[in-house]
């Protein structure tokens, strides 16, 4: 029978699966169902094993799982070096929901160093080989990724966070639309009256950038306005940016529209630099919503990635993929929002 409400509960590390299977009156291995096979047990029979499993805090071994259900529960995220639009803070978002969303479904984050090219397949194959992981997440994607087509030709599942920017598409992913994110940047530019508004972005040749770069430029080709842009000569350096939005301001624009929000810094510090004020000389938007866009003063308006719903969905697809029920590839787009603070005002133009 279940415990009682008055009945001690076990000291941590002491809970076994005969403990579990005696407190709620069935049979261990009706235990080991509600664990590995739920679909075998009746819904009030499922409910209860479930229920004293969490009032007893018992925590399967998973070297034992492991053995039961050739399932490490393990997850590998390679770490990259910082992917262009997502500083490390942002970062960290998604890191959090995928970790916390993995952790809801029995499954455990293994994070490894992931170098760019085919060096960093190494760190895949070490942990297959050693750690048999289920599966991997993989972000920072990029134009001739090596990492999708070799975990397929070795049945590995996978899902990323981030699209392929080139080449056939291979396997599950999720991303955001900046594209989405520029235009409507735009469209909020416009509905305050600018109509000579510039976009400062990366180097051509990033997916990330060039989709950003796509959203801003048909939002004016919408509207008939003129497109100005720069590139600065490197991602996410202030120094660059600075250097790179000089002409466009030069050029009388009255709003600039950053790839993100460290572009946008270097647009801050070349309209200070000329004695302007962002927001109210030049308007300034930027992309991400790092920590530090709320930070600066005047408070930047950006365009924030939904990267708590970006990690969900990774989980999502690659729990899906896992199960072995092979359904055809799916790619999800997200949509971000416009963040607006003071940067961003009317327009005398």
Same mark, same amino acid.
């Given at each position: 029978?279940?415990?009682?409400?008055?009945?001690?509960?076990?000291?941590?590390?002491?809970?076994?699966?005969?403990?579990?299977?005696?407190?709620?009156?069935?049979?261990?291995?009706?235990?080991?169902?509600?664990?590995?096979?739920?679909?075998?047990?009746?819904? *009030?029979?499922?409910?209860?094993?479930?229920?004293?499993?969490?009032?007893?805090?018992?925590?399967?071994?998973?070297?034992?799982?492991?053995?039961?259900?050739?399932?490490?529960?393990?997850?590998?995220?390679?770490?990259?070096?910082?992917?262009?639009?997502?500083?490390?803070?942002?970062?960290?978002?998604?890191?959090?929901?995928?970790?916390?969303?993995?952790?809801?479904?029995?499954?455990?984050?293994?994070?490894?160093?992931?170098?760019?090219?085919?060096?960093?397949?190494?760190?895949?194959?070490?942990?297959?080989?050693?750690?048999?992981?289920?599966?991997?997440?993989?972000?920072?994607?990029?134009?001739?990724?090596?990492?999708?087509?070799?975990?397929?030709?070795?049945?590995?599942?996978?899902?990323?966070?981030?699209?392929?920017?080139?080449?056939?598409?291979?396997?599950?992913?999720?991303?955001?639309?900046?594209?989405?994110?520029?235009?409507?940047?735009?469209?909020?530019?416009?509905?305050?009256?600018?109509?000579?508004?510039?976009?400062?972005?990366?180097?051509?040749?990033?997916?990330?950038?060039?989709?950003?770069?796509?959203?801003?430029?048909?939002?004016?080709?919408?509207?008939?306005?003129?497109?100005?842009?720069?590139?600065?000569?490197?991602?996410?350096?202030?120094?660059?940016?600075?250097?790179?939005?000089?002409?466009?301001?030069?050029?009388?624009?009255?709003?600039?529209?950053?790839?993100?929000?460290?572009?946008?810094?270097?647009?801050?510090?070349?309209?200070?630099?000329?004695?302007?004020?962002?927001?109210?000389?030049?308007?300034?938007?930027?992309?991400?919503?790092?920590?530090?866009?709320?930070?600066?003063?005047?408070?930047?308006?950006?365009?924030?990635?939904?990267?708590?719903?970006?990690?969900? *969905?990774?989980?999502?697809?690659?729990?899906?993929?896992?199960?072995?029920?092979?359904?055809?590839? *799916?790619?999800?787009?997200?949509?971000?929002?416009?963040?607006?603070?003071?940067?961003?005002?009317?327009?005398?133009?």
């Amino acid at each position: 029978m279940p415990r009682s409400p008055n009945s001690p509960r076990p000291k941590a590390g002491s809970v076994t699966l005969a403990t579990v299977a005696q407190r709620a009156g069935v049979s261990p291995q009706t235990v080991s169902n509600a664990l590995n096979s739920p679909e075998l047990l009746r819904p *009030e029979t499922l409910e209860r094993v479930r229920r004293t499993i969490d009032e007893l805090g018992y925590r399967p071994h998973r070297a034992a799982q492991t053995l039961r259900t050739r399932s490490s529960k393990l997850i590998g995220y390679g770490i990259r070096p910082t992917a262009p639009g997502t500083s490390a803070p942002v970062m960290d978002r998604f890191l959090h929901a995928l970790s916390q969303t993995a952790d809801e479904a029995g499954y455990r984050i293994l994070l490894f160093a992931s170098p760019p090219g085919s060096a960093g397949l190494d760190g895949y194959e070490e942990l297959l080989d050693l750690h048999s992981v289920d599966g991997f997440v993989l972000s920072g994607t990029d134009r001739g990724d090596q990492r999708q087509a070799w975990l397929e030709k070795r049945g590995v599942p996978f899902v990323g966070f981030g699209r392929m920017w080139s080449g056939r598409q291979i396997g599950d992913w999720v991303d955001v639309d900046g594209a989405s994110g520029t235009d409507a940047a735009v469209e909020h530019l416009v509905a305050l009256g600018h109509r000579r508004i510039a976009f400062l972005g990366w180097p051509r040749g990033s997916g990330v950038g060039d989709d950003r770069a796509m959203g801003w430029q048909r939002a004016m080709q919408r509207h008939g306005l003129p497109v100005r842009g720069k590139r600065a000569r490197s991602i996410d350096d202030i120094a660059s940016a600075q250097a790179a939005v000089g002409p466009l301001l030069d050029a009388g624009v009255t709003a600039v529209i950053a790839a993100s929000d460290m572009l946008a810094l270097g647009c801050y510090h070349a309209l200070r630099e000329r004695r302007a004020v962002p927001g109210k000389d030049v308007a300034v938007v930027g992309f991400d919503d790092s920590p530090t866009a709320a930070l600066l003063s005047p408070g930047l308006s950006t365009v924030a990635q939904p990267l708590e719903a970006v990690g969900r *969905e990774c989980v999502r697809l690659l729990l899906a993929r896992m199960s072995g029920l092979g359904a055809p590839p *799916e790619r999800v787009l997200l949509e971000p929002s416009l963040v607006v603070r003071d940067s961003t005002s009317a327009s005398d133009d």
